[in-house]
Nanobody, 124 residues
């Protein structure tokens, strides 16, 4: 069992930055690929970024490439999402998730554990 707790969301102006953190419980964090997803009302949960168990492989949805960076610290059981040059369309609830896989996957149904989400609001 893995429990995930996100933090770092908030209100920011367009062009600003936020850093999301996701702290995981349990001793097997390094066995899970990790992903960040986001969701807005009435829409399906969308893949944002993913990272492999080692941290050497990352994947991003096209709309955030060059602006967001995912990283992980296995010693601290934490995954991060650095978000720069934020846009109003990045406004959403952001979730981290753990997948019993080596490489990150984009389908939400592949992920085994989810955090409660953190709100990110970008004002124009």
């Amino acid at each position: 069992q893995v429990q995930l707790v996100e933090s770092g969301g908030g209100l920011v102006q367009a062009g600003g930055s936020l850093r999301l953190s996701c702290a995981a419980s349990g001793r097997t964090f390094s066995s899970y690929a990790m992903g960040w997803f986001r969701q807005t009302p009435g829409k399906e949960r969308e893949f944002v970024a993913g990272i492999s168990t080692s941290g050497r492989t990352t994947d991003y949805t096209d709309s955030v490439k060059g602006r967001f960076t995912i990283s992980r610290d296995n010693a601290k059981n934490t995954v991060y999402l650095q978000m720069n040059s934020l846009k109003p369309e990045d406004t959403a609830v952001y979730y981290c998730a753990a997948d019993m896989s080596v490489l990150p996957r984009t389908e939400p149904t592949k992920y085994d554990y989810w955090g409660q989400g953190t709100q990110v609001t970008v004002s124009s």
